[in-house]
């Protein structure tokens, strides 16, 4: 079965500090990738994604994530994060031949003090 | 534009008890999804629509659980009767169906269901 890790649960920086969550997922075919934020009080949206293509992508508010296939990996970087980006942020992976369902890691709580 | 928007926000029931969540999704989408998120664990799909039609519902729990989603619009989940396991976070999403292409799903902000 289909399955999404990260290695993180709770993440506590300082502000300016850089950033680097870890999501590694399990299945051997073409995946979409995806990373989702779900900031206190509001609803989960799509912070960047991955299709094909440049393996480095780019998503809204400074945040990127590298896709490196031999690896399974897919983690999300920011060079300097800011108090705003206090959030639980969610890696994602869909398999194009088993539907278009969104399997998801457990979460990775990050905390930026001010 | 409105997002998804799902009712109620919140529900505490008793076990046995039934519960219907709502979800509105965006309109114009085909597509919506049910995902759940128990506490401590990570969200997981439960079933996917198609306009009226159930595409996959490989993900319910077991058969106390019936979506429903009459005319294409509005999707219900009812659970019946509830357990203490069924507590969680039930999210509702939504995308445009394009053909040959993946689409982004749109959240709503989720019920949290807590049976005591």
């Known amino acids: 079965a289909q399955s999404v890790s990260q290695h993180n649960h709770h993440v506590i920086l300082s502000e300016a500090a850089s950033l680097e969550l870890g999501c590694n997922y399990s299945y051997g075919g073409t995946v979409n990738l995806f990373w989702y934020v779900q900031y206190p009080g509001q609803h989960l949206q799509l912070l960047l994604k991955y299709f094909s293509g440049d393996p480095l992508v780019k998503g809204i508010k400074g945040f990127e994530a590298e896709f490196i296939k031999s690896k399974f990996s897919f983690n999300l970087r920011k060079p300097s994060v800011q108090w705003s980006d206090t959030a639980e942020y969610f890696c994602a992976v869909n398999a194009p031949q088993a539907g278009t369902a969104l399997i998801f890691g457990k979460g990775t709580t990050l905390s930026v003090s001010s | ?116």
């Open chain 2, 1 to 116: 534009e409105a997002g998804v928007t799902q009712f109620p926000s919140h529900s505490v029931i008793e076990k046995g008890q039934t519960v219907t969540l709502r979800c509105d999704p965006i309109s114009g989408h085909d597509n919506l999804y049910w995902y759940r998120r128990v506490m401590g664990k990570e969200i997981k799909f439960l079933l996917h629509f198609v306009k009226e039609s159930k595409q996959d519902e490989s993900g319910m729990p077991n058969n106390r659980f019936l979506a429903e989603r009459t005319g294409g619009t509005y999707s219900t989940l009812k659970v019946q009767p509830a357990e203490l396991e069924d507590s969680g976070v039930y999210f509702c999403a939504s995308s445009l169906r394009l053909a040959g292409s993946y689409n982004e799903q749109f959240f709503g902000p989720g019920t949290r269901l807590t049976v005591l």
